[in-house]
């Protein structure tokens, strides 16, 4: 145990001593005395509470103080700027991050503290309040605030060499991302992009203003409050028991199949969305679905897609797929699918056409891949 953790639960008994026993006075002494503690020992963490705002004293585990303080952050303005002030920022330029190489040999983005941004803005003759377009987007495992940044109005050639970094198109870098940089990365993109298209209310035509945390924004004229938007879509990898349904669009790199997919219709339940998918695209009816996993997905927009598992009868596998929306649809193997997986690079142009699968960091290769390590667990247990 780590000395913070000694002091947090010696803080956290005081405070559980004191609720239900204290007079009311006592117990917002012994709060105010846990508030000015806890900043004090938080101040190494770059963690700070204003003082206006709400300081919670109880404390949790670590996951749990980080949503709680994240949320705190959306909540109080005040705290937030105290939060960016002491936070991680990292950079794009018109929706295009700013990456570095790592050691490993990927990718991920340039964490800059608040002083590294104010002092290149400043160099760039740019006003420093544009500090405060930042918006949150999450907390790392060490406490540390992480808020994103588009510096658009700069010279993207400058930042990039100020920061020793370099502007790459997302679409370009998504894979190259390591495990917790892409997932990072692509929400701010997309928090970004929001906070870009909604500057303005649709039922007003009036200028809307988003809160520090950048979470929402409001129109004081309509007293609308905008949230950020995804589009739920579906995903679903069907098997007859023994193969899996794969299918391609005309747009999918050659020789790349994936899992089918669509959007969600208004109004529509998970199940639901998935059956009319399937039915519009390939013909077939599904017999049972189970879910699987999520995935956040920043492309074309920002998609909640939703990954599920679905079986066909043996008996209905014959396919009749809507050449307007598919290109191809097939049934595959588990040997098929196994020599998929293990091709690792997109093939170059001029290279003989194989049959690849969507890379890791998709939902369709998680998908893929369950079916294909259940295959093969079946058919050892069945000796
Ligand atoms: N992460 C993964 O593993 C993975 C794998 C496959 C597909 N996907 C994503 O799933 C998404 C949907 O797949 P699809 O293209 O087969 O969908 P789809 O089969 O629903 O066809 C796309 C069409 O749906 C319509 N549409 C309806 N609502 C829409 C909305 N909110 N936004 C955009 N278009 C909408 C448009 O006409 C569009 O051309 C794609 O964006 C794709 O990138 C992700
Ligand atoms: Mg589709």
Redesign the pocket.
């Known amino acids: 145990m780590n000395i913070l953790q000694k002091h947090k639960n010696r803080l956290c008994v005081q405070a559980e001593a004191a609720e239900p026993h204290q007079s009311s006075s006592d117990q917002s002494g012994l709060i105010q005395q846990v508030r000015s503690r806890m900043a004090s020992l938080l101040r190494p963490l770059r963690i700070f509470f204003p003082a206006r705002c709400c300081v919670p004293t109880r404390f949790y585990s670590g996951f749990v103080s980080r949503m709680r303080f994240l949320n705190s952050l959306k909540e109080c303005d005040e705290a937030c700027v105290a939060a960016l002030q002491n936070a991680h920022i990292f950079l794009f330029h018109r929706l295009v991050p700013l990456l570095q190489q790592t050691g490993r040999g990927n990718l991920s983005p340039v964490f800059l503290t608040y002083s590294d941004v104010q002092s290149v803005l400043q160099k760039l003759g740019s006003d420093e309040s544009l500090l405060k377009e930042s918006i949150l987007v999450g907390c790392s495992d060490q406490n540390q605030a992480q808020f994103c940044l588009d510096v658009g109005e700069l010279d993207q050639a400058a930042v990039a060499e100020e920061f020793k970094g370099c502007f790459m198109d997302l679409r370009k870098a998504f894979f190259l991302l390591n495990g917790s940089g892409a997932p990072l990365v692509a929400k701010a993109q997309a928090l970004l992009r929001w906070h870009q298209i909604n500057r303005f209310c649709g039922a007003t035509g009036q200028p809307t203003q988003r809160n520090q945390a950048g979470s929402q924004r409001v129109c004081s004229s309509s007293s609308i409050i905008y949230y950020p938007k995804m589009?739920p879509?579906v995903?679903v990898l069907v098997s007859d028991g023994k193969r899996c349904l794969l299918g391609r669009?005309s747009s999918f790199p050659r020789g790349m199949y994936?899992?089918?997919?669509?959007?969600?219709?208004m109004g529509e339940t998970l199940e639901e969305a998935l059956c009319r998918?399937v039915a519009?695209?390939v013909g077939v009816e599904l017999q049972s679905i189970s879910y699987s996993s999520s995935?956040h997905?920043p492309?074309?927009?920002s998609?909640f897609?939703l990954?599920c598992h679905a079986t066909v009868s043996p008996a209905h596998t014959q396919l009749n797929v809507d050449l307007s929306?598919l290109e191809d649809a097939r049934w595959f193997t588990v040997e098929e699918i196994s020599s998929g997986l293990q091709v690792k690079t997109t093939p170059r142009r001029g290279d003989p056409p194989s049959f690849w699968l969507?890379p890791k960091h998709?939902?369709?290769?998680?998908?893929i891949t369950e079916w294909r390590d259940r295959q093969r667990n079946s058919k050892d247990s069945m000796g």
Request: hydrophobic share 40%.
């Open positions: 589009s879509v995903i669009q994936s899992a089918l997919a669509g959007f969600c219709d998918e519009e695209e995935q997905w492309f074309p927009h998609s897609m990954g929306e969507p998709t939902l369709a290769n998680r998908l």
